[in-house]
Nanobody, 121 residues
Framework: QVQLVESGGGLVQPGGSLKLSCAAS????????MAWYRQAPGKQRDLVAR???????NYADSAKGRFTISRDNAKNTVYLQMNSLKPEDTAVYYC???????????????WGQGTQVTVSS
């Protein structure tokens, strides 16, 4: 069974930095897209950044220039380096991945449990 486990969230002051990690485990044959979403209280879950297996990236406008997504394919891990954090970045951050399990021929979508990021002085 495939699992995504996030880590690295916490409390940080405005202007500070955090690095989130998400490791996929289980019977994984391949991972196509890995992404980070976030959901603030009372709001919908929105895409922050995504990265393909080949390294192509896309960012939400709010993340451009401040956040960097990367991945280690050998470790089935995706990272989100967040710099110049603002109070409006406060949210639960979720890892998302399209994964093909061993013995299957289709990709399925998986979510992590989320990690809280709070930006406050």
């Amino acid at each position: 069974q495939v699992q995504l486990v996030e880590s690295g969230g916490g409390l940080v002051q405005p202007g500070g930095s955090l690095k989130l990690s998400c490791a996929a485990s289980g019977s994984i044959a391949s991972i196509y897209i890995m992404a980070w979403y976030r959901q603030a209280p009372g709001k919908q879950r929105d895409l922050v950044a995504r990265i393909t297996a080949g390294g192509s990236t896309n960012y939400a406008d709010s993340a451009k220039g401040r956040f960097t997504i990367s991945r280690d394919n050998a470790k089935n891990t995706v990272y989100l380096q967040m710099n110049s954090l603002k109070p409006e970045d406060t949210a639960v951050y979720y890892c998302n991945a399209e994964i093909r399990e061993v013995s299957l021929y289709v990709y399925r979508n998986y979510w992590g449990q989320g990690t809280q990021v709070t930006v406050s002085s």
